[in-house]
């Protein structure tokens, strides 16, 4: 299965913000204003929640079958991980966060195998999830 380009392009484009935020720090921390590592948290932890919810609507279409009721329970489960991993004090939501992300690569492991394997799909969802980990990590490492 082919798929849009526009999928390819709003997903690299969804990592700008991710970069942004520790590419600010590294230049010029000096002009950084102060929510900026709030919003960058907050932004990370609403991508973790909405690609939880992917699996939700991928779960949905086998939702009779067991697998399909797995996937709509770790949907959920990812959602709720990444907002308490919001509610975390920074040095501490970074690393959660990252864990998120981690779960969110292995469940799209299980989604390739058990519910529908799309290989392009899946290939993009690592690489931008390798590309969120390196961030968190930059970020992480600026302290």
Same mark, same amino acid.
């Given at each position: 299965?082919?798929?849009?380009?526009?999928?390819?392009?709003?997903?690299?484009?969804?990592?700008?913000?991710?970069?942004?935020?520790?590419?600010?720090?590294?230049?010029?921390?000096?002009?950084?204003?102060?929510?900026?590592?709030? %919003?960058? $948290? &907050?932004?990370?932890?609403?991508?973790?929640?909405?690609? @939880? #919810?992917? +699996?939700?609507? *991928?779960? =949905?279409?086998?939702?009779?079958?067991?697998?399909?009721?797995?996937?709509?329970?770790?949907?959920?489960?990812?959602?709720?991980?990444?907002?308490? %991993?919001? $509610? &975390?004090?920074?040095?501490?939501?970074?690393?959660?966060? @990252? #864990?998120? +992300?981690?779960? *969110?690569? =292995?469940?799209?492991?299980?989604?390739?195998?058990?519910?529908?394997?799309?290989?392009?799909?899946?290939?993009?969802?690592?690489?931008?999830?390798?590309?969120? $980990?390196?961030?968190?990590?930059?970020?992480?490492?600026?302290?």
């Amino acid at each position: 299965m082919n798929l849009p380009r526009l999928l390819f392009a709003l997903g690299y484009a969804g990592l700008l913000p991710f970069i942004a935020g520790p590419l600010w720090l590294s230049v010029a921390p000096q002009t950084a204003p102060e929510w900026l590592d709030r %919003a960058w $948290l &907050l932004y990370a932890a609403m991508i973790a929640a909405f690609m @939880a #919810g992917s +699996f939700w609507g *991928l779960a =949905l279409v086998v939702a009779e079958n067991p697998a399909g009721l797995f996937g709509m329970v770790l949907s959920a489960v990812l959602m709720l991980l990444a907002w308490g %991993a919001s $509610l &975390l004090p920074f040095r501490e939501a970074l690393p959660a966060l @990252a #864990g998120v +992300f981690v779960l *969110l690569g =292995l469940a799209e492991l299980w989604r390739e195998r058990e519910l529908d394997p799309m290989s392009s799909y899946f290939r993009l969802r690592i690489v931008l999830t390798l590309g969120v $980990l390196v961030c968190i990590t930059w970020r992480f490492l600026l302290g």
